[in-house]
């Protein structure tokens, strides 16, 4: 059975970190793309970063250059590290992950996910 596992969510202030954690069990990340996206009180859900199959990572515009997406060695647990961070980044975060080596936008191209972890950013 797949699961995925995240971890490492809570409640911040504007302007600090957090380091969220997706752990799997039942596959490994090798040769996959794993994403995390999000999904805020009044939004759809967004992707936030995307490390693919060979490595290459990937953040979209709004958080560039103060999240950063990694894959441990083992290609278990990929982390997303997150500074500077502001109410604009609360929402719920998940990770998601395709059997591909490319990475998609499109929720729908992930086959698997898991089921959350709550950022909350307060000014």
């Known amino acids: 059975q797949v699961q995925l596992v995240e971890s490492g969510g809570g409640s911040v202030q504007a302007g600090g970190s957090l380091r969220l954690s997706c752990t799997a069990s039942?596959?490994?990340?090798?040769?996959?793309?794993v994403a995390w996206f999000r999904q805020g009180p009044a939004n759809e859900r967004e992707w936030v970063a995307r490390?693919?199959?060979?490595?290459?990572?990937s953040t979209t515009d709004s958080v560039k250059g103060r999240f950063t997406i990694s894959r441990d060695n083992a290609e278990t647990t990929v982390y997303l590290q997150g500074s500077s961070l502001k109410p604009e980044d609360t929402g719920m975060y998940y990770c998601?992950?395709?059997?591909?080596?490319?990475?998609?936008?499109?929720?729908?191209?992930?086959?698997?996910w898991g089921q959350g972890t709550q950022v909350t950013v307060s000014s």
């Open positions: 490390i693919d199959g060979f490595g290459g990572a």
């Open positions: 039942g596959i490994t990340y090798r040769r996959k793309c």
């Open positions: 998601a992950a395709r059997d591909s080596y490319g990475c998609a936008s499109s929720q729908e191209d992930y086959k698997y």
